[in-house]
């Protein structure tokens, strides 16, 4: 199993996130690697009132969406992109 470290990750949020958080991005430190779930988990206890937006949302690395299974290390940005909608 790999060895965890804490990292410094640069988030940046979309949509109702954005919105709900009043704010595109924000620097917090991460043990990695982590999973998706993971990550979703602990931004959502930081912000507790957009807990269920959190948990809808998705995480993307790199211009994809990760895994949800994959084990994420090795980056300094992260976008979180949570639901939306289309007309």
Same mark, same amino acid.
């Given at each position: 199993?790999?060895e965890?470290?804490l990292r410094t990750v640069?988030?940046r949020y +979309?949509a109702?996130l954005?919105e709900?958080?009043r704010?595109?991005?924000?620097t917090?430190?991460?043990t990695?690697?982590?999973?998706?779930?993971?990550i979703?988990?602990y931004?959502?206890s930081?912000?507790p009132?957009q807990?269920?937006?959190?948990?809808?949302?998705?995480?993307a690395?790199?211009?994809g +969406?990760v895994?949800?299974?994959?084990?994420?290390?090795?980056?300094?940005?992260?976008d979180?992109i949570?639901?939306?909608?289309?007309?």
């Open positions: 199993m790999p965890s470290k640069h988030i +979309y109702q954005k709900a958080l704010t595109a991005d924000e917090v430190v991460l990695l690697p982590m999973r998706e779930s993971e979703l988990e931004l959502a930081l912000h009132a807990r269920p937006i959190f948990m809808s949302s998705r995480v690395l790199d211009d +969406y895994p949800s299974e994959r084990g994420l290390d090795g980056f300094e940005s992260l979180i949570s639901p939306v909608s289309g007309g």
